[in-house]
């Protein structure tokens, strides 16, 4: 079974260019979060989709961050313009239902550096 | 707040030595407890999980008990290989609105040499 997929792998642009991430979860899986992982710091969730619905952005910086998850499947991650204190892994992942309990599944991460 | 406290890395330790890291955290209500693992190169993966006081997670030699009592989950394994050289995260859920949601702490790197 293909885990979640995520590119690029690796992004580096100057400021105040747009960037674009690309989530693929697992197939069946109706919840799917990103993640921003700073150097030496551990995930903090940016957004939670359950199907095609945000159902928890409260941590996305929305004047420059925003997301979507058309028809409940892939799901893209975009931040318009970048500064450089966006460098950082953005983490997709995936889980089968939102529980307290179900295991996420993480895909490799879109590592960032903005110049 | 809800939060995970981890100890600070890298730990270095030899092949076949005792593993402890220290986890506990603050929650309001009670969170399901993980341990996730990142190996050099490759996404995070859930090594072990509890989901109420008293629970022991294991995977891989590796255990963790969920402990109401002194809000904590210290990951621990008998003896570490080289192969378990990875960074480690302690992470929570909570019920509820954020349901699902993981809080982590900041990650342990551990080396272990041959």
């Known amino acids: 079974e293909a885990g979640v997929v995520q590119s690029p792998r690796y992004k580096i642009i100057e400021k105040k260019q747009p960037v674009a991430f690309w989530c693929n979860p697992i197939s069946g899986h109706n919840t799917l979060y990103w993640y921003l992982q700073n150097l030496g710091q551990g995930p903090e969730l940016l957004i939670r989709?359950?199907?095609?619905?945000?159902?928890?952005d409260s941590q996305l910086p929305k004047d420059r961050f925003s997301a979507e998850r058309l028809k409940g499947v892939d799901s893209t991650l975009k931040i318009q313009p970048a500064e450089l204190g966006d460098s950082a892994v953005y983490l997709c992942?995936?889980?089968?239902?939102?529980?307290?309990?179900?295991?996420?599944?993480f895909g490799p991460g879109t590592r960032l550096t903005v110049l | 707040g809800n939060s995970v406290t981890q100890m600070e890395g890298p730990v270095t330790l030899s092949e076949e030595a005792f593993l402890t890291i220290n986890c506990t955290y603050t929650?309001?209500?009670?969170?399901?407890l993980f341990w996730y693992v990142q190996y050099p190169g490759e996404g995070l993966q859930l090594l072990l999980k509890a989901t109420k006081a008293d629970d022991k997670g294991s995977n891989k030699g590796f255990e963790a008990t969920y402990r109401k009592e002194t809000t904590s989950f210290h990951l621990e394994k008998g003896s570490v290989q080289v192969s378990d050289s990875a960074v480690y995260f302690c992470a929570l859920s909570l019920y509820g609105g954020s349901q699902g949601n993981l809080i982590f702490g900041k990650g342990t790197k551990l080396s272990v040499k041959p």
């Open positions: 929650a309001t209500g009670y969170p399901s």
């Open positions: 989709y359950e199907n095609e619905e945000a159902v928890d």
């Open positions: 992942a995936s889980s089968l239902v939102a529980t307290s309990y179900n295991e996420q599944f």
